[in-house]
């Protein structure tokens, strides 16, 4: 029972450099979102998917892109890293309208 | 303007006794819903809690309750009985639904320490 699934868990990425990080939900849920969680800033959109082949930006979306691969993936795509972009990701996802969403673990990502 | 406002940082309560969380929300989204969610120090998120707007009762979840006052704009989260184990950073969230789509926006966290 895996529910949201995020890979890597944790990275080091030097500035410049572009990365994926990868997520994949198994509970047939059509919104797909990924967030990133700074120290006293609580959760703050990036993307979401409302269902396969749509995205939308949120609130923090400069820098970063998002594929919805299938109704499964929802990537998010750092093109070239910058130390700001130093965050823990997560991805979640939903299913009907009254239920909470899901929660991946999280990745920590570290840009220097 | 703050959308979801928690204004307690930090809140200490000692092992068994109440505590209560606040979250105010600003909204003119007539379905809206609201959500509680738990962070213990391992950093996952951990559902608790749904009230939504034209809920005509307060939520519960067993030691969870929602004390939603609407015409405040108030949901503030109570513990009854703390427990060790209750100590976390708590998020209060609300989903709007602009334009047939759920949009999602978090407050800053109040992070409880319960006592022995």
Redesign the interface.
Known sequence: NAGVTQTPKFQVLKTGQSMTLQCAQDMNHNSMYWYRQDPGMGLRLIYYSASEGTTDKGEVPNGYNVSRLNKREFSLRLESAAPSQTSVYFCASEGESNQPQHFGDGTRLSIL | AQK?TQTQPGMFVQEKEAVTLDCTYDTSDPSY?L?W?KQPSS???I?LI?Q?SYDQQNATEGRYSLNFQKARKSANLVISASQLGDSAMY?C?MRETPSG?????????TRLKVLA
């Open positions: 979801i819903g959500f969610y950093g996952e998120m559902f749904y939504g998020f969230a789509t759920y949009k999602y926006i978090f407050g800053t966290g």
